[in-house]
């Protein structure tokens, strides 16, 4: 079995990035290592796990040999209150539902450009799925 540890974002939107995930997501800024505070950054926590690691990019551009992540998903409670906070600071958003796992998922861009995916399941889902007029094809 593995777990996923953290997720490092690069971003030249550093501050916006930060409130982005505070204020959407319910993370709260915790201790980075004393090792790597000269790098312009933040850690992200929920509870105790630091789970979204930010790094200043100041714009430049990142030279990579590697492909780049596509995206990183959430899993997270209260989709109507979710969407209120999206609708209220007018971010735009997409969102995919699939019946058959029983899951809604919402689609929004942090304010460097990276890919976010919040996905909602059981209760959640089904609320989704009633305001969209779905019929869920699971159990």
Do not use: N
Request: glycine content about 10%.
């Amino acid at each position: 079995m593995i777990e996923l540890d953290h997720v490092t974002l690069r971003t030249a939107h550093l501050a916006a990035t930060r409130q982005f995930f505070i204020d959407l997501f319910d993370l709260e800024e915790g201790e980075r290592p004393l090792e790597i505070q000269q790098i312009p950054g933040h850690w992200l926590y929920s509870g105790d796990a630091p789970v979204v690691h930010l790094i200043g990019s100041y714009g430049r551009g990142t030279p990579i040999d590697g492909e780049i992540i596509d995206h990183i998903a959430f899993r997270r409670r209260g989709y109507h209150d979710f969407i209120a906070q999206l609708k209220a600071r007018r971010l735009p958003y997409s969102c995919m539902s699939l019946k058959g796992l029983a899951e809604h998922r919402v689609f929004l861009r942090a304010p460097g450009g990276q890919l976010i995916e919040t996905v909602f399941r059981g209760e959640d889902a089904r609320r989704a799925f009633d305001d969209l007029g779905l019929e869920p094809t699971y159990g």
